[in-house]
């Protein structure tokens, strides 16, 4: 005698996922908000599926307010980089803005930077380094923290749908 697992299928729904969010701590009270304000106010984005639009609203994640890197021991080490790679046929675009931090105990960071990129980014290179000095200070947690452009530029044939941004290669030397 074999048992067999029916499985239903079932409508998604924005209000009861954002819920889920928040109840989670993935999102705050005033994203969730905001996302539903956005929705009713754009009826074209009835026609979205609650999970592309979710994801169209870039909302932040508080589970992971930027990213942190271990180095395992204190350095003093003076430079921090990361790169972002550009192709806007891709609505890929270079961040508005990556900000750098450093921490000797994970808990309390030092900001180091913040780099803005300015302009609607019709041309660019393809790929852009951002530089960070770290001056007379010894750490052991590296936090990068980044915002979009969230949106693409007038200039791209997409112009208003969501732009995305790639990070990669974080160098301490």
Sequence with gaps: MSVQLVIQDRWLDLNELLRELVAQGFISQDSAEHALNARRRHAANGQMHPLEFIASQHLDDLSRPGKHLDLESLTSAKNISINSLWNGKSWILHP????????????NYFPVGK?????????????????FQVEN???????????????L?????????????FLDEISVH
């Design 137 to 151: 200070k010894s750490y052991r947690y590296v936090k990068i923290a980044v915002k979009g452009t969230k949106k």
């Design 96 to 107: 508005a803005e990556v900000a750098c931090s450093v921490s000797s105990d994970g808990k």
């Design 115 to 131: 780099i803005q990129v300015a302009g609607e980014q019709q041309k660019e290179d393809p790929i852009r380094n951002y530089l």
């Design 153 to 165: 530029f007038n200039w791209h044939p997409s112009a208003g749908e969501p732009s995305w941004f």
